[in-house]
């Protein structure tokens, strides 16, 4: 199982583009959570889903859409690219107790 | 709310010599509490827990943690520091008022293990 994965690895975006953090699990969890991480900062919740169709707003939502049409994928949006949105972004799955989180993706907004 | 934090920002440790990061807690009602480590250029990835049970948790890579009701703390710790243990350390919560697993991080050690 290769756990989760996230494309793109990096990404440069001018301010005010769009575009769509890609998540996807293989091991068939509910729980998937996005989380932003700005350095001396810790990790900030921005979206999570307990199970397919259903999503909830985290601690920093503001600028950010998700989906979850399935239990495999859980897409982040960002609609308008802002300079405050540079950061990177993880994804990561759980059933119990532990999160298993992916690689993550390095954002620049210019 | 539920909250964990980390004094402090990096911790220098000589190879050989024990490790301890520090971790404090605040919660209401019964803490489930957790040490995850960050590589350079990857996804966190859990070590350890703290659940019920005994205060001294042992975890991956030769970690183990002390939970301390009276002190409200849940320190990380190794007895002998490898250079490969150099990366970030953040301890969590789980954050049961806002419900459905989720974790309330601190803001990360970085941790440098000199050879």
């Known amino acids: 199982n290769a756990g989760v994965t996230q494309t793109p690895k990096f990404r440069i975006l001018k301010i005010g583009q769009s575009m769509t953090l890609q998540c996807t699990q293989d091991m068939n969890h509910n729980y998937m959570y996005w989380y932003r991480q700005d350095p001396g900062m810790g990790l900030k919740l921005i979206y999570y889903?307990?199970?397919?169709?259903?999503?909830d707003k985290g601690e920093v939502p503001n600028g950010y859409n998700v989906s979850r049409s399935t239990t495999e994928d859980f897409p982040l949006r960002l609609e308008l690219a802002a300079p405050s949105q540079t950061s990177v972004y993880f994804c990561a799955e759980g059933a119990g107790d532990e999160q298993f989180f992916g690689p993550g993706t390095r954002l620049t907004v210019l | 709310a539920q909250s964990v934090a980390q004094p402090e920002d990096q911790v220098n440790v000589a190879e050989g010599n024990p490790l301890t990061v520090k971790c404090t807690y605040s919660v209401s009602g019964n803490p489930y509490l957790f040490w995850y480590v960050q590589y350079p250029n990857r996804g966190l990835q859990f070590l350890l827990k703290y659940i019920t049970g005994d205060n001294l948790v042992k975890g991956s890579y030769g970690f183990e943690a002390e939970f301390n009701k009276s002190q409200t703390s849940f320190h990380l710790k190794k007895p002998s520091a490898l250079v490969s243990d150099s990366a970030l350390y953040f301890c969590a919560v789980r954050d049961y008022r806002r419900g459905n697993n989720r974790l309330a991080f601190g803001k990360g050690n970085q941790v440098v293990v000199i050879p």
């Open positions: 889903s307990v199970g397919a169709g259903i999503t």
